[in-house]
C-alpha cells in the first residue's frame, strides 16, 4: 500500500501563486492532482504519466498550473499561478499502481490518495 502526503497549501490572494507538494512511500506511475471544492464533487485538475512526457490539465487550470515529478524522489508537483477565488478547493494528490502510458482524468484510475490540502485563494 502506497501512502501519499500533500504539503504546500494554504491561504494567497488572488493573483499569487502556491506549489503543492505531494510524497509517495513507494513506487507510483501515473500521478495526478484532483481538487474538491464545498458543496462540489471532485474534479481533475492535472495528471503527468510515470515518465513525465506526457501531461494534461483541465480547462479551468490550463496555462495557469504546471505539473512535474521527480521519480527519483517519488513525488509529484503543482505549481499554481495566477490563483483565482474560483481555485479554492482542498487538493488531493492521486496515485496509479498501474503504468498506463497516457494520462487520465478519471478518478478510478488512481489507485491511492491523499489525504488532502486546503487552498484558499482570497479575493
Known amino acids: 500500500q502506497v501512502q501519499l502526503v500533500e504539503s504546500g497549501g494554504g491561504l494567497v490572494q488572488a493573483g499569487g501563486s502556491l506549489r503543492l507538494s505531494c510524497a509517495a512511500s513507494?513506487?507510483?506511475?501515473?500521478m495526478g492532482w484532483f481538487r474538491q471544492a464545498p458543496g462540489k464533487e471532485r474534479e481533475f485538475a492535472a495528471a503527468?504519466?510515470?515518465?513525465?512526457?506526457?501531461?494534461d490539465y483541465a480547462d479551468s487550470v490550463k496555462g495557469r498550473f504546471t505539473i512535474s515529478r521527480d521519480n527519483a524522489k517519488n513525488t509529484v508537483s503543482l505549481q499554481m499561478n495566477s490563483l483565482k477565488p474560483e481555485d479554492t478547493a482542498v487538493y488531493y494528490c492521486?496515485?496509479?499502481?498501474?503504468?498506463?502510458?497516457?494520462?487520465?482524468?478519471?478518478?478510478?484510475?488512481?489507485?491511492?490518495w491523499g489525504q488532502g490540502t486546503q487552498v484558499t485563494v482570497s479575493s
Open positions: 492521486a496515485a496509479s499502481g498501474r503504468n498506463y502510458g497516457y494520462t487520465s482524468a478519471s478518478r478510478r484510475d488512481y489507485d491511492y
Open positions: 513507494g513506487r507510483t506511475f501515473n
Open positions: 503527468i504519466t510515470w515518465s513525465g512526457g506526457r501531461s
